[in-house]
Each structure stands twice: as structure tokens, then as C-alpha cells.
């Protein structure tokens, strides 16, 4: 019995050397592959990247990687200009997306500007084309109409303002419907219905006096020029603008 002790042990001991040099053996199985292979694909064990993504030399992928309001992006490939000269920089697609873009004669949000071939030169920074699609917050307009105006977005896609004016004396409270629309570049909301509160005679008789306080025309400023303002629309937290242009200034160049 005692003899038997040591043996046991000894026998013991070496399995669980045997298990621990197995285990071992399956983990760097797992981890390697034949040397003078092309190594593990992208999302295969050992590879280091999830499965499905892409990696060129130099880049760093992120799992589940998003675009933030305010990130610029470039996509796309084309062909530089034959003319590109080794001074100037060109680029076939660049994209900026911006949550709130403060320029010195308005706000916008939301804004998404995509431009085609930019090019450096003796101009600037020029964009072949460019497309930008913002918001003009309901706020800016009752600030541009004044008083106590406010605006905000009605029924069937059309605007609302509401406004006290004075008339004769008396302070009315102006309630004005209409459709916006794009007029010699100007953001328009022209009134097809206004209530006063009153009877409907009173109202048509004060309409045309009122009209001209609760009309909008507004001018998005402060974006490069040669953007042509060509749709509008009411959305619920202002009015949604596409602005497109051909040949556009981004910076302008020099003038040393």
C-alpha cells in the first residue's frame, strides 16, 4: 500500500503534464498558420479585424465605425485633370456633414455639402460642383420678421406665422397661412390665408393691410457664392433648402 502511493503520483502527475502540453499545443495551433502562407483572411481567428472588413496598407479599421456630425469625408475615384500641376491639389469627391454651420448673416443645421472635382489654383479652392442641403430654423425667420413673430410649420406642407401688428391704433393678433416657394433665389412664404380673429368681413378688409407683416422673403447668405437656391421645403423644426452650383469659390485665392 505505502509503495503504491508514489506511483500513483508519478502517474498523475504526468497526465496533467500531458493535458497542460496538449492544451498548449491547440492554442498555438489556433494562433499560427504554415509559415509561408498568405496568413489568415480578414475575419478569420487569429486575423485581428472583424469579419468584412477592408484594410489597405497603413490604414486602421474600427469595428462599427460611424461618420459624426462635423467629419469631412472623401469617396469616389476619378481622374486627375491632364493640366494639374505639381503646385495644386485636386480632389475627386469630398463631403461635409455639419450639425450647425454659423456664417456671418445666418444659422444653418443640419447642414450636408457634397462636392465634385475641388481643385487648388490661382482662384482658390474651386469645386466644379457643389450640393448643399440645410435647415433654416423657424427661430432665424421670426427674428428677420420681428415684433413678437413666430413661426412654425403648418398642415398639407405649408408655413404658419403668427404676429401681433398694429392697425389704426389697435394691436391685432395675425395668424397667416401659406406654401413656400423659391422666387429670384429668395426663400418666399407668401400668405394664402389670414385670420384676425374676427368676422370674416373685418378680416378681408384688414387682410391686405397685415399682409406685409407676416410675408416672408428670406436670402440664405453667407454660403459661397454661385449656389442657386432651387427647392425648399417645411420640415418640423424649420425650412429644408438645396441649394446646387457649378464652378464654385470654397477660399478664395490670393490676391498677393
Keep these: 500500500m505505502t509503495r503504491s502511493r508514489p506511483r500513483d503520483w508519478l502517474i498523475g502527475a504526468l497526465a496533467l503534464a500531458l493535458v497542460q502540453v496538449g492544451v498548449l499545443a491547440v492554442v498555438w495551433w489556433t494562433m499560427t498558420v504554415p509559415a509561408g502562407s498568405d496568413g489568415p483572411s480578414a475575419g478569420e481567428p487569429g486575423s485581428g479585424r472583424p469579419p468584412g472588413s477592408v484594410t489597405t496598407p497603413g490604414s486602421v479599421t474600427t469595428p462599427g465605425s460611424v461618420?459624426?456630425?462635423?467629419?469631412?469625408?472623401?469617396?469616389?475615384s476619378a481622374t486627375p485633370p491632364a493640366d494639374l500641376t505639381p503646385e495644386e491639389v485636386w480632389i475627386a469627391d469630398l463631403g461635409l456633414d455639419a450639425g450647425t454651420l454659423v456664417?456671418?448673416?445666418?444659422?444653418?443645421?443640419?447642414?450636408?455639402?457634397?462636392?465634385?472635382?475641388?481643385?487648388?489654383?490661382?482662384?482658390?479652392?474651386?469645386?466644379?460642383?457643389?450640393?448643399?442641403?440645410?435647415?433654416?430654423?423657424?427661430?432665424?425667420?421670426?427674428?428677420?420678421?420681428?415684433g413678437d413673430s413666430e413661426v412654425?410649420?403648418?398642415?398639407?406642407?405649408?408655413?404658419?406665422?403668427?404676429?401681433?401688428?398694429?392697425?389704426?391704433?389697435?394691436?391685432?393678433?395675425?395668424?397667416?397661412?401659406?406654401?413656400?416657394?423659391?422666387?429670384?433665389?429668395?426663400?418666399?412664404v407668401e400668405p394664402q390665408s389670414i385670420d384676425l380673429g374676427g368676422p370674416g368681413v373685418l378680416s378681408r378688409a384688414t387682410a391686405s393691410v397685415v399682409r406685409r407683416f407676416v410675408t416672408i422673403e428670406h436670402a440664405i447668405e453667407g454660403l459661397p457664392e454661385g449656389l442657386v437656391l432651387l427647392e425648399v421645403d417645411v420640415r418640423d423644426d424649420g425650412f429644408r433648402a438645396d441649394l446646387e452650383g457649378d464652378d464654385v469659390i470654397l477660399v478664395e485665392g490670393s490676391t498677393s
Design 67 to 76: 461618420t459624426t456630425p462635423g467629419a469631412v469625408t472623401t469617396r469616389g
Design 103 to 146: 456664417l456671418p448673416d445666418s444659422t444653418l443645421t443640419d447642414v450636408r455639402a457634397t462636392g465634385q472635382g475641388v481643385r487648388s489654383g490661382p482662384d482658390g479652392l474651386v469645386a466644379d460642383r457643389l450640393e448643399v442641403q440645410a435647415t433654416v430654423p423657424f427661430d432665424d425667420i421670426a427674428a428677420e420678421l420681428g
Design 152 to 188: 412654425r410649420a403648418a398642415a398639407d406642407g405649408q408655413a404658419l406665422v403668427v404676429r401681433t401688428v398694429e392697425v389704426l391704433g389697435r394691436d391685432l393678433t395675425v395668424a397667416a397661412t401659406g406654401t413656400v416657394e423659391v422666387e429670384d433665389g429668395l426663400l418666399v
